[in-house]
């Protein structure tokens, strides 16, 4: 069995988090999802998540393509959440591109490009100007 981690935040959920994981399932047999809590969030965004960490888990945790969910609560444990998850491959959107190179000592290492035209960022300006 081919088992992939990724990570992410999801917050305001939107197609293009969904074709990630699709894809990212597609790369395996076995889909672990690291969701950033919300502390993680704000140092990696600079604001608090629209959605709360237990909505946005539950959403991750609903989707037929996902098989585990966990809280990722640092950047920097990255490497103890792959081995911990057994994963064989990583798989992160190309926003990310080159940022998880160092883990290919323990895994293979793989960046999807991203949905085009949709983003968590972009859907809280649209709704705050209407
Ligand atoms: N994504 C995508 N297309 C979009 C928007 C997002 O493919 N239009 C992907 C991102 O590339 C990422 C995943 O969806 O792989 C989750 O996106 P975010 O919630 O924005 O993830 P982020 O906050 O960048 O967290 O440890 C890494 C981080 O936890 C990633």
Redesign the pocket.
Known sequence: MRRVI??????VF????V???K??KACGDHLTV???SDE??FS??GRNPVYSLESRMEIISSLKFVDDVFV?HS?EA?EQYILQAKADVL??????QG??DHFKSVCEVV??????????TELIEVIKET
């Open positions: 990724t990570f992410g935040t999801y917050d939107h197609v293009g988090h074709k990630l994981l894809r990212a690291g969701v950033s993680l969030n990696k965004k990722e950047l990255k798989v992160m959107g190309d926003d990310w940022r998880f960046y999807l490009p991203r949905t085009p035209s949709v983003s968590t």
